[in-house]
């Protein structure tokens, strides 16, 4: 006879000392302002996908294609997720299996260069990322890497360097998008450029895709023919990669993730990728992305008349970028300050920065999370005004114990998705 009164032990119950820091996380996500660009709230539908049974299933290959049996539901699931990004991006075709942004990107590496080809990207100090190609990743080990750069007078991207670049390298791909780079980016441009030296145009919209499909930012997708992007971010899913491509670059790409790079997909964050599709097809979503934008406009323009030196002046997307130069701080301290205060950025490296990376000039911070919780131009202003006075008191304790205490006031205003916080 089954017992029916049996009842499987919780997390708690089984391992107190994680659900302990679960409970933490929680409360720090709820009582925090996060400011760090590439970090967002899920929400409570997104996690519960991301935390389904589909963890369970193994499912090498693709929808209809797999050498597992019983994928009945799964291959639903992943023709669902990648049907709803498609339609979402208006791309002739998505991926949605690799396991974060940097797979993805490596799998257009093996689509389209072999090893020690020339590719190009945003150098890694100028605002790129590390998988664009530079030296300490794979992508610049395996590749011979020429990284482009911004100007020195306005920090905005050089697409007249570019174009030389091109033209003497030649590039089998070429790299556009970043990871603090706080204006539009031409897609066009690059379009351009790489129609002149016949190179694959590969465009890494992981931090803007949210802002892409919210109409407030430029599509690569005309102009590109291969799309990266992470899943979270500005997209608010779950930590995961997609890839969209041209009709004729479909098969190579499929192979390059699969059997190229990796096994089996993680078919739970399939399912949640599915549902952030599905929540970014939403109206509501197109005003949550202006929204981003909006917050980080004001939070630039309070943080400017405050005295703060931002790189190129102000944002056009959701990402703020800092040189603390003249405030006499490194980035590294005022991110800490800021973090014991209930502020939550990261240090970076700013364009032509003379300090090393791990100790740069520059702060990063960002406006997907708080404006998902809700907040608007009144706590920008706030915000802007709690960073100011960390900057003047950062060796202060007591001031800033009284500033972690008022953020935490103010956050419960505004509650965090997907979090269930007393």
């Known amino acids: 006879m089954t017992n029916t009164t049996w009842k499987e032990p919780t997390l708690a119950e089984v391992d107190p000392e994680i659900a302990a820091l679960v409970a933490k996380e929680e409360r720090y996500e709820q009582d925090t302002v996060r400011l760090i660009p590439s970090e967002n709230y899920a929400s409570r539908a997104v996690l519960e996908a991301s935390g389904s049974v589909f963890t369970n299933k193994y499912s090498e290959g693709y929808a209809r294609k797999r050498y597992y049996e019983g994928q009945a539901q799964v291959d639903l699931v992943e023709e669902l997720a990648a049907k709803r990004v498609a339609e979402l991006f208006g791309a002739d075709h998505a991926n949605v299996q690799p396991y974060s942004g940097s797979p ?199 943080l400017t008349e405050r005295g703060f030196n931002l790189v190129t002046g102000g944002t056009d997307n959701h990402l703020i970028l800092i040189d603390l130069t003249s405030k006499n701080i490194p980035g590294k301290v005022f991110a800490k300050a800021l973090d014991r205060a209930g502020i939550v950025a990261n240090y970076n490296t700013v364009p032509f920065d003379p300090r090393k990376p791990f100790d740069p000039s520059g702060l990063r911070l960002g406006t997907p999370a708080v404006t998902s919780r809700g907040m608007g131009a009144p706590e920008m202003k706030r915000i802007a005004a709690w960073m100011d006075e960390v900057v003047r008191k950062v060796d202060d304790e007591a001031t800033i114990t009284r500033i972690a205490r008022e953020v935490a006031e103010a956050c419960r205003a505004f509650p965090a998705p997907g979090i269930a916080v007393q």
């Open 104 to 302: 993805a990107n490596l799998a257009v590496y093996l689509a389209f260069a072999k090893p020690n080809e020339t590719v190009m990207g945003l150098a890694l100090p100028s605002g790129g990322h590390l998988t664009h190609g530079w030296n300490v990743s794979i992508t610049g080990m395996f590749f011979k890497s020429v990284g482009y750069n911004v100007r020195r007078d306005n920090h905005l991207i050089d697409y007249d360097e570019v174009r030389q670049l091109a033209r003497e390298h030649r590039p089998r791909i070429l790299w556009c998008g970043a990871t603090a780079y706080p204006r539009i980016i031409d897609f066009a441009a690059f379009r351009s450029i790489a129609d002149e030296v016949g190179a694959i145009l590969a465009a890494d919209i992981a931090h803007i895709s949210g802002l892409v499909v919210g109409g407030v930012h430029p599509s690569p997708v005309p102009y590109a023919d291969v799309v990266t992007s992470t899943t979270h971010k500005t997209f608010r899913g779950p930590r995961g990669g997609m890839i969209m491509c041209k009709k004729e670059h479909a098969k190579i790409i499929d192979k390059s993730v699969f059997p190229g790079l990796q096994g089996g997909p993680h078919n739970h964050t399939t399912a949640a990728i599915a549902v952030a599709a599905h929540e970014a097809a939403q109206p509501s979503f197109k005003a949550y992305a202006q929204k981003i934008v909006d917050n980080a406009k004001v939070l630039a323009a309070e």
